[in-house]
């Protein structure tokens, strides 16, 4: 158990609908990040937040959005879904800031979606 | 900018056999490199790193090292077992440890069967 909880685990949804996942980050660790993992392109990097503000930007399309609370906790929405957009979304988080970082992330169990 | 590129898979090998999964990266600076390990239906989670050049990172009999030279961080086992099967990612880091700046970028991944 990596301490980041993913929610909700599977999705299925139609196309043009919105979605919100939403991540738990390990207590203590500050910065949480997004990807996506679909068969054609592997796992890319979509977006990261580091204690509430966004700190960089991957491959992250308009339609799709991402916040972090003060909670730390992070939500990802993804919007005028397509049936591209079907993919295992994973969270991860990590220290970050003040304390030892070693940069190793931890990664959630992901939230499968499908958009039919 | 930086990237990781890794052999594709899958690979097949019978238990006890020897592994190498290859994996090569481009970057501007010194990243850290990673082997990160994806059983079925789970997150990722890190298997191994290295932080500087000639480091070794080694992990559950698995072993990588860090060559500058050739830009590569091999994944090497003596003699895998079936409970190895998984998909194996290679990863660089391209940021410094402190505030946050730890996006890894991952190779495509590498699936291992192992067969009894």
């Known amino acids: 158990d990596s301490g980041v909880t993913q929610t909700p685990k599977h999705l299925i949804t139609a196309t043009g609908q919105r979605v919100t996942l939403r991540c738990s980050p390990r207590s203590g660790d500050l910065s949480v990040y997004w990807y996506q993992q679909s068969l054609d392109q592997g796992l890319q990097f979509l977006i990261q937040?580091?204690?509430?503000?966004?700190?960089a930007k991957g491959n992250i399309l308009e339609r799709f959005s991402a916040q972090q609370f003060p909670d730390l906790h992070s939500e990802l929405n993804l919007s005028s879904l397509e049936l591209g957009d079907s993919a295992l979304y994973f969270c991860?988080?990590?220290?970050?800031?003040?304390?030892?970082?070693?940069?190793?992330?931890?990664f959630g169990e992901g939230s499968r979606l499908t958009v039919l | 900018g930086d990237s990781v590129t890794q052999m594709e898979g899958p690979v097949t090998l019978s238990e006890e056999a020897f592994l190498t999964i290859n994996c090569t990266y481009t970057a501007t600076g010194y990243p850290s490199l990673f082997w990160y390990v994806q059983y079925p239906g789970e997150g990722l989670q890190l298997l191994l790193k290295?932080?500087?050049?000639?480091d070794k990172g080694s992990n559950k009999g698995f072993e990588a090292t860090y060559r500058k030279e050739t830009t590569s961080f091999h994944l090497e086992k003596g003699s895998v077992q079936v409970s190895d099967s998984a998909v194996y990612f290679c990863?660089?880091?391209?940021?410094?440890?402190?505030?946050?700046?730890?996006?890894?970028?991952f190779g495509a991944g590498t699936r291992l069967a192992v067969h009894p």
């Open positions: 290295a932080t500087k050049a000639d």
């Open positions: 991860a988080s990590s220290v970050g800031g003040s304390g030892r970082n070693t940069g190793e992330l931890f």
């Open positions: 990863a660089l880091s391209d940021g410094g440890f402190s505030g946050g700046y730890n996006k890894l970028i």
């Open positions: 937040y580091y204690n509430g503000e966004e700190r």
